[in-house]
């Protein structure tokens, strides 16, 4: 089994409905993530997470929620989806660590589609 | 802000040869920066990290460097092949409090056999 896993891989969605991107992992980690990718743009943050009770905004939050629901589980919401949320997204992880060693381990992706 | 820039965008070389990548970064306030890889359809793989007080970090065929007082960093791939085809980012971990990793948009590495 993947380190971390995201849920579902591939989705197709229309404009207006709730979608949920769901994250676990197996590393132990404290540190999570959630990335979306588009051509040209690179990588950018979305939402992360230092521990259950930490949550911080990222460079574009608007128009997401998120949710950590364990230390393995974070979930990644989209309230009313539109189409510029087309994307393919990335949850990850890392350790804790105050040294600035941050190795972050990816999951393999979720793509959104919204019509 | 931290900006992130990779160059080419692409590259095409024949198997055998050596190549580097280049990532430059507008702010040397960094903990560290890190290469990834990406193939097609999945998530991104790290290659190596190198911290700020770091010049070189080495696995296997691939060396990376650091340059933080120029904003600089390559990634040489020793003896290519085909297997190596694929994107590679940088990201750097700029410094201060809040968490922030800036990626480059990467370049498409194609090795042809």
Not at chain 2, 38 to 56: A, H, N
């Given at each position: 089994?993947?380190?971390?896993?995201?849920?579902?891989?591939?989705?197709?969605?229309?404009?207006?409905?709730?979608?949920?991107?769901?994250?676990?992992?197996?590393?132990?980690?404290?540190?999570?993530?959630?990335?979306?990718?588009?051509?040209?743009?690179?990588?950018?943050?979305?939402?992360?997470?230092?521990?259950?009770?930490?949550?911080?905004?990222?460079?574009?939050?608007?128009?997401?929620?998120?949710?950590?629901?364990?230390?393995?589980?974070?979930?990644?919401?989209?309230?009313?989806?539109?189409?510029?949320?087309?994307?393919?997204?990335?949850?990850?992880?890392?350790?804790?660590?105050?040294?600035?060693?941050?190795?972050?381990?990816?999951?393999?992706?979720?793509?959104?589609?919204?019509? | 802000?931290?900006?992130?820039?990779?160059?080419p965008a692409a590259l095409s070389v024949p198997?055998?040869?050596?190549?580097?990548?280049?990532?430059?970064?507008?702010?040397?306030?960094?903990?560290?920066?890190?290469?990834?890889?990406?193939?097609?359809?999945?998530?991104?793989?790290?290659?190596?990290?190198?911290?700020?007080?770091?010049?070189?970090?080495?696995?296997?065929?691939?060396?990376?460097?650091?340059?933080?007082?120029?904003?600089?960093?390559?990634?040489?791939?020793?003896?290519?092949?085909?297997?190596?085809?694929?994107?590679?980012?940088?990201?750097?971990?700029?410094?201060?409090?809040?968490?922030?990793?800036?990626?480059?948009?990467?370049?498409?590495?194609?090795?042809?056999?």
């Amino acid at each position: 089994d993947a380190d971390v896993t995201q849920t579902p891989r591939n989705r197709i969605t229309k404009t207006g409905k709730r979608i949920m991107l769901e994250c676990s992992q197996t590393k132990g980690h404290d540190r999570m993530y959630w990335y979306r990718q588009d051509p040209g743009l690179g990588l950018r943050l979305i939402y992360y997470s230092f521990d259950v009770k930490d949550i911080n905004k990222g460079e574009i939050s608007d128009g997401y929620s998120v949710s950590r629901q364990a230390q393995a589980k974070f979930s990644l919401s989209l309230e009313s989806a539109i189409p510029n949320q087309t994307a393919l997204y990335f949850c990850a992880t890392s350790e804790a660590s105050y040294s600035g060693a941050n190795v972050l381990t990816f999951g393999a992706g979720s793509r959104l589609t919204v019509l | 802000k931290q900006e992130v820039t990779q160059i080419p965008a692409a590259l095409s070389v024949p198997e055998g040869e050596n190549l580097v990548l280049n990532c430059s970064f507008t702010d040397s306030a960094i903990y560290n920066l890190q290469w990834f890889r990406q193939d097609p359809g999945k998530g991104l793989t790290s290659l190596l990290l190198i911290q700020s007080s770091q010049r070189e970090q080495t696995s296997g065929r691939l060396n990376a460097s650091l340059d933080k007082s120029s904003g600089r960093s390559t990634l040489y791939i020793a003896a290519s092949q085909p297997g190596d085809s694929a994107t590679y980012l940088c990201a750097v971990h700029s410094g201060g409090s809040n968490y922030k990793l800036t990626f480059g948009k990467g370049t498409l590495l194609t090795v042809n056999p």
